[in-house]
Protein backbone atom coordinates (compact mmCIF):
# COMPACT_ATOMS: atom_id res chain seq x y z
CA UNK A 1 0.00 0.00 0.00
CA UNK A 2 1.49 3.53 -0.63
CA UNK A 3 3.82 4.89 1.66
CA UNK A 4 2.34 8.23 1.64
CA UNK A 5 -0.59 6.67 3.50
CA UNK A 6 -0.29 7.26 7.51
CA UNK A 7 0.72 3.69 8.75
CA UNK A 8 -2.83 3.61 10.44
CA UNK A 9 -4.85 3.75 7.52
CA UNK A 10 -2.59 1.24 5.40
CA UNK A 11 -4.08 -1.57 5.69
CA UNK A 12 -7.39 -2.35 7.29
CA UNK A 13 -5.83 -4.63 10.38
CA UNK A 14 -3.28 -2.01 11.06
CA UNK A 15 -6.15 0.36 11.42
CA UNK A 16 -8.14 -2.03 13.84
CA UNK A 17 -4.69 -2.39 15.74
CA UNK A 18 -4.26 1.28 15.69
CA UNK A 19 -7.90 1.94 16.59
CA UNK A 20 -7.88 -0.79 19.38
CA UNK A 21 -4.51 0.55 20.98
CA UNK A 22 -5.95 4.00 20.18
CA UNK A 23 -8.68 3.19 22.93
CA UNK A 24 -6.31 1.17 25.09
CA UNK A 25 -4.40 4.21 25.65
CA UNK A 26 -7.20 6.48 26.02
CA UNK A 27 -7.94 4.49 29.07
CA UNK A 28 -4.68 5.17 30.36
CA UNK A 29 -4.88 8.71 30.87
CA UNK A 30 -7.90 7.89 33.31
CA UNK A 31 -10.49 10.62 32.33
CA UNK A 32 -13.79 9.60 32.71
CA UNK A 33 -14.59 10.98 29.18
CA UNK A 34 -12.26 9.06 27.96
CA UNK A 35 -13.57 5.96 29.89
CA UNK A 36 -16.82 6.33 28.42
CA UNK A 37 -16.21 6.76 24.99
CA UNK A 38 -14.02 3.82 25.27
CA UNK A 39 -16.38 1.52 26.41
CA UNK A 40 -19.20 2.76 23.98
CA UNK A 41 -16.59 2.01 21.35
CA UNK A 42 -16.37 -1.54 22.74
CA UNK A 43 -20.19 -2.51 23.30
CA UNK A 44 -20.49 -1.83 19.70
CA UNK A 45 -17.76 -4.29 18.40
CA UNK A 46 -17.35 -7.80 20.42
CA UNK A 47 -13.85 -8.09 19.55
CA UNK A 48 -13.00 -5.03 20.99
CA UNK A 49 -14.81 -5.46 24.11
CA UNK A 50 -12.96 -8.87 24.46
CA UNK A 51 -10.00 -6.97 24.32
CA UNK A 52 -10.26 -4.08 26.64
CA UNK A 53 -12.92 -5.93 29.03
CA UNK A 54 -10.80 -6.52 31.65
CA UNK A 55 -9.23 -2.99 32.04
CA UNK A 56 -12.90 -1.46 31.13
CA UNK A 57 -14.08 -3.38 34.28
CA UNK A 58 -10.92 -2.02 36.61
CA UNK A 59 -11.79 1.56 35.00
CA UNK A 60 -15.30 1.23 35.83
CA UNK A 61 -15.04 0.45 39.25
CA UNK A 62 -12.01 2.89 39.95
CA UNK A 63 -14.66 5.33 38.85
CA UNK A 64 -17.37 3.64 40.70
CA UNK A 65 -15.20 4.75 44.43
CA UNK A 66 -14.14 8.16 42.71
CA UNK A 67 -17.64 8.97 43.18
CA UNK A 68 -18.13 7.31 46.50
CA UNK A 69 -15.59 9.42 48.34
CA UNK A 70 -16.06 12.74 45.93
CA UNK A 71 -13.03 12.32 44.69
CA UNK A 72 -11.92 15.61 42.55
CA UNK A 73 -11.95 13.94 39.65
CA UNK A 74 -15.49 12.58 39.44
CA UNK A 75 -16.94 15.72 40.86
CA UNK A 76 -15.28 18.10 38.20
CA UNK A 77 -16.00 15.58 35.01
CA UNK A 78 -18.25 17.22 32.46
CA UNK A 79 -21.81 17.14 33.35
CA UNK A 80 -22.82 15.13 30.34
CA UNK A 81 -20.16 12.52 31.25
CA UNK A 82 -21.53 12.04 34.98
CA UNK A 83 -24.50 11.88 33.99
CA UNK A 84 -23.48 8.94 31.47
CA UNK A 85 -21.55 7.69 34.27
CA UNK A 86 -24.34 6.99 36.88
CA UNK A 87 -26.40 5.36 33.91
CA UNK A 88 -23.67 3.19 33.36
CA UNK A 89 -23.37 2.66 36.80
CA UNK A 90 -26.76 1.91 37.42
CA UNK A 91 -27.14 -0.79 34.93
CA UNK A 92 -24.17 -2.48 35.98
CA UNK A 93 -21.01 -3.45 34.05
CA UNK A 94 -22.03 -6.79 33.98
CA UNK A 95 -25.31 -6.07 32.40
CA UNK A 96 -24.07 -3.56 29.64
CA UNK A 97 -25.18 -5.13 26.03
CA UNK A 98 -23.41 -5.29 22.96
CA UNK A 99 -25.19 -3.87 20.04
CA UNK A 100 -27.22 -6.29 18.65
CA UNK A 101 -28.61 -6.87 14.81
CA UNK A 102 -31.85 -8.04 12.86
CA UNK A 103 -32.64 -7.93 9.47
CA UNK A 104 -36.13 -7.07 8.78
CA UNK A 105 -37.16 -7.16 5.16
CA UNK A 106 -34.45 -4.78 3.20
CA UNK A 107 -33.56 -2.80 6.54
CA UNK A 108 -30.99 -3.09 9.24
CA UNK A 109 -32.08 -2.65 12.81
CA UNK A 110 -28.94 -2.04 15.58
CA UNK A 111 -30.14 -1.78 19.16
CA UNK A 112 -27.18 0.36 20.72
CA UNK A 113 -27.50 0.39 24.50
CA UNK A 114 -24.69 2.54 25.27
CA UNK A 115 -25.83 5.26 22.66
CA UNK A 116 -29.06 5.22 24.45
CA UNK A 117 -27.65 6.44 27.36
CA UNK A 118 -26.11 9.35 25.95
CA UNK A 119 -27.67 12.94 26.94
CA UNK A 120 -30.80 13.00 24.54
CA UNK A 121 -30.75 15.51 21.23
CA UNK A 122 -33.84 17.03 19.58
CA UNK A 123 -34.01 15.37 16.83
CA UNK A 124 -37.26 17.18 16.25
CA UNK A 125 -36.16 20.88 16.43
CA UNK A 126 -37.34 22.43 13.47
CA UNK A 127 -34.73 23.64 11.40
CA UNK A 128 -35.18 26.84 8.51
CA UNK A 129 -32.25 26.66 6.73
CA UNK A 130 -29.36 24.62 5.64
CA UNK A 131 -26.83 27.15 6.53
CA UNK A 132 -25.70 28.36 10.07
CA UNK A 133 -22.39 30.34 10.59
CA UNK A 134 -19.80 28.68 12.83
CA UNK A 135 -19.85 29.43 16.38
CA UNK A 136 -16.78 29.24 17.80
CA UNK A 137 -18.59 29.61 21.80
CA UNK A 138 -20.44 26.39 20.75
CA UNK A 139 -19.22 22.75 20.27
CA UNK A 140 -16.76 22.24 17.81
CA UNK A 141 -13.97 19.74 16.92
CA UNK A 142 -10.99 22.18 18.20
CA UNK A 143 -12.09 21.85 21.43
CA UNK A 144 -8.87 21.49 23.67
CA UNK A 145 -10.61 18.62 25.89
CA UNK A 146 -11.27 16.19 22.10
CA UNK A 147 -7.54 16.31 22.06
CA UNK A 148 -7.93 13.38 23.33
CA UNK A 149 -9.94 11.77 21.59
CA UNK A 150 -8.02 12.16 18.04
CA UNK A 151 -7.39 9.07 16.21
CA UNK A 152 -4.96 10.50 13.72
CA UNK A 153 -4.59 13.86 12.10
CA UNK A 154 -2.00 14.97 9.35
CA UNK A 155 -2.05 16.01 5.63
CA UNK A 156 -3.26 13.31 2.89
CA UNK A 157 -3.94 14.53 -0.57
CA UNK A 158 -2.78 18.18 0.59
CA UNK A 159 -5.17 18.71 2.62
CA UNK A 160 -5.17 18.90 6.17
CA UNK A 161 -7.57 16.35 7.87
CA UNK A 162 -7.77 15.15 11.38
CA UNK A 163 -10.00 11.79 12.65
CA UNK A 164 -11.69 11.68 15.47
CA UNK A 165 -13.31 8.25 17.57
CA UNK A 166 -16.80 8.70 17.43
CA UNK A 167 -18.26 8.60 20.85
CA UNK A 168 -21.02 6.73 20.67
CA UNK A 169 -20.56 4.89 17.28
CA UNK A 170 -23.18 3.47 15.42
CA UNK A 171 -20.69 2.16 12.33
CA UNK A 172 -17.86 0.11 11.82
CA UNK A 173 -14.54 1.90 12.76
CA UNK A 174 -16.76 5.14 13.11
CA UNK A 175 -14.60 8.13 12.96
CA UNK A 176 -15.63 11.65 12.48
CA UNK A 177 -13.42 13.28 9.27
CA UNK A 178 -12.63 17.22 9.67
CA UNK A 179 -11.16 18.76 6.56
CA UNK A 180 -9.13 21.80 7.55
CA UNK A 181 -10.45 21.70 10.99
CA UNK A 182 -8.31 25.55 11.92
CA UNK A 183 -10.39 27.00 9.52
CA UNK A 184 -13.75 26.68 11.64
CA UNK A 185 -15.59 25.65 8.16
CA UNK A 186 -19.39 25.71 9.01
CA UNK A 187 -21.26 22.15 8.27
CA UNK A 188 -22.27 23.14 4.90
CA UNK A 189 -20.94 21.45 2.45
CA UNK A 190 -19.07 23.66 -0.54
CA UNK A 191 -17.37 22.61 -3.84
CA UNK A 192 -14.32 22.34 -2.32
CA UNK A 193 -14.87 20.08 0.55
CA UNK A 194 -17.02 17.64 -1.53
CA UNK A 195 -14.08 17.26 -3.72
CA UNK A 196 -12.07 16.63 -0.26
CA UNK A 197 -14.50 13.76 0.93
CA UNK A 198 -14.25 12.37 -2.85
CA UNK A 199 -10.64 12.77 -3.20
CA UNK A 200 -9.95 11.19 0.44
CA UNK A 201 -11.72 7.94 -0.16
CA UNK A 202 -9.70 7.87 -3.62
CA UNK A 203 -6.65 7.65 -1.82
CA UNK A 204 -7.85 5.27 0.92
CA UNK A 205 -10.04 3.12 -1.03
CA UNK A 206 -6.31 0.65 -2.26
CA UNK A 207 -5.62 0.07 1.38
CA UNK A 208 -8.83 0.21 3.71
CA UNK A 209 -11.67 -2.27 1.20
CA UNK A 210 -15.19 -1.04 2.61
CA UNK A 211 -14.03 2.96 3.50
CA UNK A 212 -17.29 5.39 3.37
CA UNK A 213 -18.05 8.64 4.55
CA UNK A 214 -21.91 9.88 5.37
CA UNK A 215 -22.71 13.54 5.55
CA UNK A 216 -25.49 15.03 7.55
CA UNK A 217 -26.52 18.92 5.95
CA UNK A 218 -27.51 20.76 8.80
CA UNK A 219 -31.41 20.41 8.94
CA UNK A 220 -30.88 16.49 7.87
CA UNK A 221 -29.69 16.07 11.28
CA UNK A 222 -26.38 17.45 11.77
CA UNK A 223 -25.35 17.63 15.35
CA UNK A 224 -22.61 19.54 15.69
CA UNK A 225 -21.65 23.12 13.43
CA UNK A 226 -18.52 22.35 12.54
CA UNK A 227 -17.79 20.84 9.09
CA UNK A 228 -16.93 16.87 9.22
CA UNK A 229 -18.01 13.50 7.31
CA UNK A 230 -18.04 9.94 9.40
CA UNK A 231 -16.29 8.30 8.44
CA UNK A 232 -16.62 4.02 8.60
CA UNK A 233 -15.04 1.02 7.38
CA UNK A 234 -16.86 -1.91 6.85
CA UNK A 235 -15.74 -5.33 7.31
CA UNK A 236 -18.16 -6.80 4.88
CA UNK A 237 -21.34 -6.11 2.97
CA UNK A 238 -22.53 -2.52 2.38
CA UNK A 239 -25.69 -0.35 3.75
CA UNK A 240 -29.11 -0.95 2.06
CA UNK A 241 -28.81 1.74 0.07
CA UNK A 242 -25.99 0.22 -2.37
CA UNK A 243 -27.87 -2.77 -2.60
CA UNK A 244 -28.02 -3.95 -7.01
CA UNK A 245 -31.97 -4.06 -6.49
CA UNK A 246 -32.88 -0.91 -6.01
CA UNK A 247 -33.76 1.39 -9.00
CA UNK A 248 -30.84 4.05 -8.49
CA UNK A 249 -28.59 1.17 -9.12
CA UNK A 250 -29.98 -0.37 -12.26
CA UNK A 251 -32.62 -2.61 -10.11
CA UNK A 252 -36.11 -2.80 -10.13
CA UNK A 253 -37.80 -1.97 -7.10
CA UNK A 254 -37.79 1.56 -6.22
CA UNK A 255 -36.08 2.93 -2.98
CA UNK A 256 -38.66 4.77 -0.58
CA UNK A 257 -36.57 7.84 -0.54
CA UNK A 258 -35.92 9.76 -3.55
CA UNK A 259 -32.23 8.52 -4.63
CA UNK A 260 -29.42 9.81 -6.53
CA UNK A 261 -26.29 7.72 -7.30
CA UNK A 262 -23.47 9.66 -9.48
CA UNK A 263 -20.01 8.56 -10.08
CA UNK A 264 -18.70 11.58 -11.81
CA UNK A 265 -18.15 14.53 -8.54
CA UNK A 266 -18.85 17.29 -10.99
CA UNK A 267 -23.00 15.63 -11.64
CA UNK A 268 -23.31 15.49 -7.97
CA UNK A 269 -21.82 18.61 -7.01
CA UNK A 270 -24.39 19.91 -9.66
CA UNK A 271 -27.13 18.47 -7.84
CA UNK A 272 -26.50 19.68 -4.00
CA UNK A 273 -25.77 23.07 -5.45
CA UNK A 274 -29.35 22.65 -6.63
CA UNK A 275 -30.87 21.42 -3.39
CA UNK A 276 -29.27 24.58 -1.71
CA UNK A 277 -30.55 26.92 -4.09
CA UNK A 278 -34.02 25.31 -3.00
CA UNK A 279 -33.15 25.06 1.22
CA UNK A 280 -34.16 21.40 0.31
CA UNK A 281 -32.30 19.46 3.15
CA UNK A 282 -29.67 15.66 2.15
CA UNK A 283 -28.04 13.27 3.32
CA UNK A 284 -24.96 11.54 1.59
CA UNK A 285 -23.36 8.65 1.55
CA UNK A 286 -19.37 8.55 -0.27
CA UNK A 287 -18.12 5.33 -1.14
CA UNK A 288 -15.22 5.65 -3.77
CA UNK A 289 -15.64 6.86 -6.71
CA UNK A 290 -19.33 7.58 -6.05
CA UNK A 291 -21.74 9.48 -3.68
CA UNK A 292 -25.76 9.09 -3.14
CA UNK A 293 -27.72 11.96 -3.05
CA UNK A 294 -30.61 11.81 -0.72
CA UNK A 295 -33.09 14.63 -0.33
CA UNK A 296 -35.43 14.81 2.63
CA UNK A 297 -37.55 16.50 4.54
CA UNK A 298 -36.40 19.36 6.71
CA UNK A 299 -35.72 18.27 10.03
CA UNK A 300 -38.53 19.08 12.96
CA UNK A 301 -41.06 19.54 9.43
CA UNK A 302 -42.92 16.23 9.98
CA UNK A 303 -43.77 13.75 12.57
CA UNK A 304 -41.57 11.40 14.31
CA UNK A 305 -42.13 7.99 15.52
CA UNK A 306 -41.62 7.31 18.95
CA UNK A 307 -39.55 4.54 18.08
CA UNK A 308 -36.97 6.62 16.34
CA UNK A 309 -34.71 8.47 17.12
CA UNK A 310 -34.16 10.26 13.82
CA UNK A 311 -33.20 9.64 10.46
CA UNK A 312 -29.43 11.03 9.75
CA UNK A 313 -27.41 9.17 6.79
CA UNK A 314 -26.78 5.72 8.33
CA UNK A 315 -31.25 5.46 8.66
CA UNK A 316 -31.30 7.04 5.48
CA UNK A 317 -28.87 4.38 3.84
CA UNK A 318 -31.03 1.83 6.04
CA UNK A 319 -29.14 1.16 8.94
CA UNK A 320 -31.29 1.89 12.02
CA UNK A 321 -30.26 2.57 15.08
CA UNK A 322 -33.01 2.07 18.20
CA UNK A 323 -32.51 2.50 21.62
CA UNK A 324 -35.49 0.41 22.67
CA UNK A 325 -34.99 -3.58 23.19
CA UNK A 326 -39.20 -4.33 22.70
CA UNK A 327 -39.23 -1.90 19.41
CA UNK A 328 -35.60 -3.32 18.19
CA UNK A 329 -37.39 -6.91 18.66
CA UNK A 330 -41.01 -6.10 16.86
CA UNK A 331 -40.56 -3.72 14.58
CA UNK A 332 -41.67 -4.80 10.93
CA UNK A 333 -40.44 -3.73 7.61
CA UNK A 334 -43.93 -1.72 7.10
CA UNK A 335 -43.31 0.59 9.99
CA UNK A 336 -39.94 1.18 8.58
CA UNK A 337 -41.70 1.89 5.27
CA UNK A 338 -44.09 4.38 6.92
CA UNK A 339 -41.36 5.87 8.47
CA UNK A 340 -39.38 6.59 5.28
CA UNK A 341 -42.46 8.22 3.47
CA UNK A 342 -42.66 10.35 5.97
CA UNK A 343 -39.54 11.65 5.22
CA UNK A 344 -40.30 12.19 1.69
CA UNK A 345 -39.37 15.77 0.19
CA UNK A 346 -42.56 17.91 -1.29
CA UNK A 347 -40.38 18.03 -4.16
CA UNK A 348 -37.34 16.88 -5.32
Known sequence: MPESLPAQLRSTDQ????????LGGMLDADVLGGFILVLANACHDSVLFERLAPSLRAAHAR????????????????????????????????????????????????????RALRPPRNSQARIESLQRPFDGAGFHFNKPFLRREIFWEGVLAGIPLRLLYNKFPFAEMHGLL??????????????AAHMIAWNTLDVLAPALPGVGLGFNAIGALASVNHLHFQMFVNSAGGYPIESGAWRHNGGQLDYPLPVR???????????????????????????????FVVPRAMQGSYRQDEWSAGFAWS??????????????????????????????????
Not at 65 to 79: G, T, V, Y
Open 315 to 348: EIAGVITLFDKDAFSSLNAQAIERAYRQIRPQAV
Open 178 to 191: VPEPDACHAQFLTR
Open 261 to 291: RFDDPAAAWDMIETLHAREQAYNLVYRPGLV
Open 63 to 114: WCERFDRDDPLALNAAADDVEVFQRVRALGFDALPLTDWRDVGSWRLQFNAL
Open 15 to 22: LQQAFAAG
